[in-house]
């Protein structure tokens, strides 16, 4: 067994090795730009990237022409957001969106803010779900976007989805869902959840980093954005620039293995996830944090008491790789604002870590985690209980 074992599979997902194989002549004898309209290289080029599109838009269930390319999803999400700011023309403009969004979305409503505009940010409970009365309590006549993620990113906590967008379409407000996490993990179907906008990233589902998509809903109602960068047309419009065609063919395989494989994948890692938290759950003084119903069957998020959270992650780093909290925020000690808005106490924060479990997982993968982390946790408590001082 190759160590460290890899836990953190909502950080980043190793690319399938299908996809990679898909990818491969695209760098090399099918070089072309899709853009190109006279010579077969960029015809090649161009029939690869509507092919990628068709299997993207069949993952989610919508039109391949309601896709557009993006670097990312965080590039996804700033196009969706500044892109339906701008395209109303009222002059103080107000959205939604909830406290435990990702970066992404948090940031960007912040730069709105600047810009003059008002933002109301929804609470979550205990459970890291969301008040649907405070949602609709919170739309006025200026409101011209809902944004709520699909899947929470630390917690994988999954959103009332359904009824989030029937409060929106009852007011005629467009909805946008980040769901980078949910997106080839779970089924997600923008008509049956009535979603408008949606964003997510080929890396979070076992294809290549650097390219991401952005769902823009047709008719029905039909969605509007203005464009965020400029120069050619490319995506009707919508995203200019040369298009990352081996990245783009590898998203287009990585979404047709997901929908082929999805209902087995989600089914096994499922299993192993709840094998896992019930052999920990013999530490006892533990919790797992978020509603345990609904949540992506993949992760968990569990906060330890009696330990040193930061020795907990350098003691285990040679043999684990797991996370404290998003990989977008894991770079500072402040403590998680995810786990903050659900209510927990720092010191909790600081003890609580995300496992997230992935294609290539096994139970000989589980098994290893829970004997390195008990040993660290039975440790961490004697030490706390007794001190350092040898018995004489």
Not at 49 to 57: G, K, M
Not at 89 to 116: Q, Y
Not at 311 to 333: G, H, Q, V, Y
Request: net charge negative; aromatic share 8%.
């Amino acid at each position: 067994m190759k160590l460290p074992v890899y836990l953190d599979y909502n950080a980043t997902t190793p690319m399938d090795p299908r996809v990679l194989e898909e990818m491969l002549p695209y760098y090399t004898e099918k070089f072309g730009n899709a853009a190109s309209k006279t010579h077969a290289f960029g015809w090649e080029a161009e029939e690869a990237v509507d092919i990628a599109r068709e299997q993207i838009a069949s993952l989610i269930g919508a039109h391949p022409q309601e896709i557009v390319f993006t670097s990312g999803a965080t590039e996804a999400v700033n196009l969706a957001i500044k892109g339906v700011f701008e395209n109303y023309p009222v002059e103080k403009k107000h959205m939604i969106t909830v406290s435990t969004e990702h970066k992404a979305v948090l940031d960007t409503c912040r730069k709105m803010e600047r810009n003059g505009h008002e933002v109301s940010y929804l609470h979550v409970n205990a459970d890291g779900l969301i008040d649907l009365e405070e949602l609709e309590n919170a739309i006025n006549q200026n409101t011209i976007l809902i944004a709520v993620m699909y899947a929470n990113n630390e917690t994988g906590v999954v959103m009332p989805v359904k009824e989030i967008s029937a409060i929106a379409r009852k007011h005629g407000i467009p909805f946008l869902s980040d769901a980078t996490q949910a997106v080839g993990k779970i089924p997600v179907n923008v008509d049956r959840d009535g979603i408008d906008l949606m964003t997510f990233s080929a890396h979070k589902l076992y294809g290549p980093k650097g390219v991401g998509a952005l769902y823009v809903r047709k008719k029905n109602p039909t969605v509007t954005l203005t464009a965020q960068i400029d120069g050619g047309g490319h995506e009707r419009n919508m995203r200019s620039g040369t298009l990352n065609v081996p990245g783009i063919v590898g998203f287009g395989k990585a979404c047709e293995i997901c929908e082929n494989e999805m209902h087995t994948e989600s089914t096994r890692l499922g299993a192993l996830r709840d094998y896992f938290e019930k052999q920990l759950m013999d530490l006892e003084d533990l919790e797992v944090n978020g509603d345990q119903k609904s949540r992506l069957p993949h992760a968990t998020n569990i906060s330890f008491h009696g330990i040193d959270g930061e020795k907990m992650i350098f003691e285990s780093s040679s043999d684990l790789a797991f996370s404290r909290s998003s990989a977008c925020t894991s770079a500072t000690l402040e403590p998680s604002y995810v786990l903050k808005a659900m209510g927990l106490t720092d010191e909790t924060i600081h003890n609580s870590f995300r496992f997230s479990f992935g294609r290539f997982s096994t139970e000989e993968h589980a098994d290893h985690a829970i004997g390195i982390i008990s040993r660290i946790i039975k440790e961490h408590r004697h030490e706390r209980n007794f001190g350092h001082h040898k018995v004489l």
